[in-house]
């Protein structure tokens, strides 16, 4: 069966330094895997996604994750923090129960980001 | 521009009566989504339909139920049979068979009192 661990449900940073959310998947298949960021009372905004091409993915707002499939990951870093990345991410991994008729989206249960001034 | 907007944004009902959420898009998206988001959970499959004229259950459509009459227009109602139906919900529309590719709407957060 395929899905999605986010190991930590909150994460607390300073502004300016590094941000690491992380995020482990299982999967039968070749996963197409994603972050998705949520603002308060808001949608789900991209931030980058990966589908078997670099396994190095760079999304948006300086944002990058990197696919390793011997460590079944796909942790999602930032370099430096700014106060407006403080919200929710959800990691996503695509699956196709019907031999790719269609597909099918399961979701880490999120992971909120607090930044620190 | 194109987009995917629900509507209202902020919905009350008391116990016992079901309500609709809408969900419309142009995108020209064969495909529409309904999940449902609560605190700790990330989001869950209701619905989904791929084309006009059908849908199927996702993970948890207990309590709930759809049409998809036109292709633009995907609504949800929640049901009375739903015993917790207070959450967010979140509406999604994607090309057919890529769900990878798909769109999200701002979501609609019901409140059943």
């Known amino acids: 069966a395929q899905s999605v661990t986010q190991l930590d449900s909150h994460v607390s940073v300073s502004e300016g330094t590094p941000v690491l959310l992380r995020c482990n998947y299982s999967?039968?298949?070749?996963?197409?895997l994603f972050w998705y960021v949520q603002h308060p009372n808001k949608g789900l905004q991209l931030l980058l996604k990966y589908t078997s091409a670099a396994t190095l993915v760079k999304g948006i707002n300086g944002f990058e994750a990197e696919f390793k499939k011997s460590e079944t990951s796909f942790h999602l870093t930032k370099p430096s923090a700014h106060m407006s990345d403080a919200a929710e991410y959800f990691c996503v991994v695509s699956v196709a129960p019907y031999g790719g008729a269609t597909n099918k989206l399961i979701f880490g249960t999120g992971t909120l980001l607090a930044v620190q001034p | 521009d194109g987009g995917i907007t629900q509507s209202p944004k902020y919905l009350f009902r008391k116990e016992g009566q079901n309500v609709t959420l809408s969900c419309e898009q142009n995108l020209n998206h064969d495909a529409m989504y309904w999940y449902r988001q609560d605190p700790g959970q990330g989001l869950r499959l209701i619905y989904y339909?791929?084309?006009?004229?059908?849908?199927q259950k996702g993970d948890i459509a207990e309590g709930y139920s759809v049409s998809r009459e036109k292709k633009e227009s995907f609504p949800l109602t929640v049901t009375s049979a739903q015993k917790n139906p207070t959450a967010f919900y979140l509406c999604?529309?994607?090309?057919?068979?890529?769900?990878?590719?798909?769109?999200f709407g701002q979501g609609t957060r019901l409140t059943v009192v």
């Open positions: 999967s039968s298949y070749s996963p197409s």
């Open positions: 339909s791929q084309i006009v004229n059908d849908f």
């Open positions: 999604a529309s994607s090309p057919p068979g890529r769900a990878l590719d798909a769109f």
